[in-house]
């Protein structure tokens, strides 16, 4: 008798044994941080104004000394009643196409990848004063209608955040994601970008001050930022799996005891 009711105490035993697994501790956000007060030291990330690249949507507004609104509005596009109220639509704009591009409707093809908001705008005033002075003293104002960056991985919500306006960071994207989750690295944060047509991979350390002085803390346009799960995760995976045969195993074992014992009786 002793020896059956053991067994039938062995699936007891193991989910008690399982259920004291050491945990591993996660680093938080700047956890490992050199000083406690950088103000005004060290090296921090300048900001530079983000290029141009294809397949990004421009709002072109075009100013001058007319008196005369309709000369102002002839090198505009017409605003569209209710452009932009959708959940996928955007305000009317000039897209960059493949070619680097944008065909503007009166001033015909302009080459717009790869410079600043400030360059395209010198570049469109330029044609606007020469050869032939088509406005007087215009003004020339350049802005993205369509910046997004995408988070996925070990975060409370995946998927692309469109942003209002023209700069974010790491910190920032991955907080409008929800945050890292439990199971999430944030010592090994990777960014993928497209410059030029060519791909970068970089990695953000988000528990070490040392992002801030990273090419990747500042993001860019069109970046997809991926949070690797962390390998307590997969411990984790691994432990329920076998403990969900461990379990079924005994369940067999001790149903059989049971029966084995019943018989005994009789």
Do not use: W
Request: glycine share 8%; proline share 4%.
């Amino acid at each position: 008798m002793k020896i059956f009711k053991s067994f039938l105490l062995l699936p007891l035993l193991v989910v008690g044994l399982y259920s004291c697994k050491t945990t591993q501790k996660t680093p938080y956000y700047l956890e490992r941080t050199t000083a406690s007060d950088t103000s005004g030291k060290g090296t921090a990330v300048v900001y530079t104004d983000l290029k141009i690249q294809k397949g990004d949507l421009l709002s072109i507004q075009i100013y001058s000394l007319s008196t005369k609104p309709e000369i102002d509005q002839l090198f505009n596009l017409p605003v569209t009643v209710g452009a932009g109220t959708g959940q996928n639509s955007l305000p009317p704009g000039y897209l960059v196409g493949n070619d680097g591009n944008i065909e503007h409707h009166r001033l015909g093809t302009i080459h717009a990848e790869g410079l600043t908001r400030q360059e395209l705008a010198a570049a469109i005033k330029e044609k606007l004063v020469k050869p032939v002075e088509l406005l007087t003293n215009p003004t020339v104002a350049v802005r993205f209608l369509n910046f997004h960056v995408t988070v996925l991985g070990q975060v409370g919500r995946e998927g692309q955040l469109n942003i209002p306006g023209e700069r974010i960071t790491i910190l920032e994207a991955v907080g409008l994601a929800g945050g890292i989750n439990d199971y999430g690295r944030r010592d090994n944060v990777k960014v993928l970008r497209e410059i030029n047509g060519k791909r970068e991979t970089g990695v953000v350390d988000l528990s070490s001050d040392s992002l801030f002085i990273s090419p990747f803390y500042v993001l860019m346009q069109n970046d997809v930022v991926m949070v690797s799960p962390s390998n307590q995760k997969q411990k984790e995976a691994d432990q329920q799996r076998t403990f969900q045969k461990v379990s079924i195993g005994l369940s067999l074992v001790a149903a059989a005891a049971t029966l084995a014992n019943i018989f005994i009786r009789n």
